[in-house]
Nanobody, 127 residues
Framework: QVQLVESGGGSVQAGGSLRLSCTASGYSLSYRCVGWIRQVPGKGREGVALIDRYGLTSYVESLKGRFTISQDDAKNTLYLQMNNLQPEDTATYYC?????????????????????WGQGTRVTVSS
């Protein structure tokens, strides 16, 4: 059974930083398509960043320079370092992992048919 468990969310003031973690069980994050998506209150889910099975990272353009995705294969854990957080970053952040080897892109990670999701961790940024 695949489980993705996020942690590290919380409340910060604008300009602050947080590091989210996602620990996987029943699933190896190595050489797979994995990433982070988020859901802003009242809106649909949107992509944040991903790492493909070759270790290449990709970010939503608007978040480049502030967010960094990484993974620790030994700990089977995915991270998202978020710096200079802004109120518009307030959202629930989900770890996502592709169900199979194939296309690695944000639409794949957003589709429940193609990806596993964690339960989410809440991030609140106040101005």
């Amino acid at each position: 059974q695949v489980q993705l468990v996020e942690s590290g969310g919380g409340s910060v003031q604008a300009g602050g930083s947080l590091r989210l973690s996602c620990t996987a069980s029943g699933y190896s994050l190595s050489y797979r398509c994995v990433g982070w998506i988020r859901q802003v209150p009242g809106k649909g889910r949107e992509g944040v960043a991903l790492i493909d099975r070759y270790g290449l990272t990709s970010y939503v353009e608007s978040l480049k320079g502030r967010f960094t995705i990484s993974q620790d294969d030994a700990k089977n854990t995915l991270y998202l370092q978020m710096n200079n957080l802004q109120p518009e970053d307030t959202a629930t952040y989900y770890c996502a992992a592709a169900r199979s080897v194939g296309d690695c892109d944000i639409p794949t990670l957003l589709a429940t048919a193609f990806a596993f999701w964690g339960q989410g961790t809440r991030v609140t940024v106040s101005s």
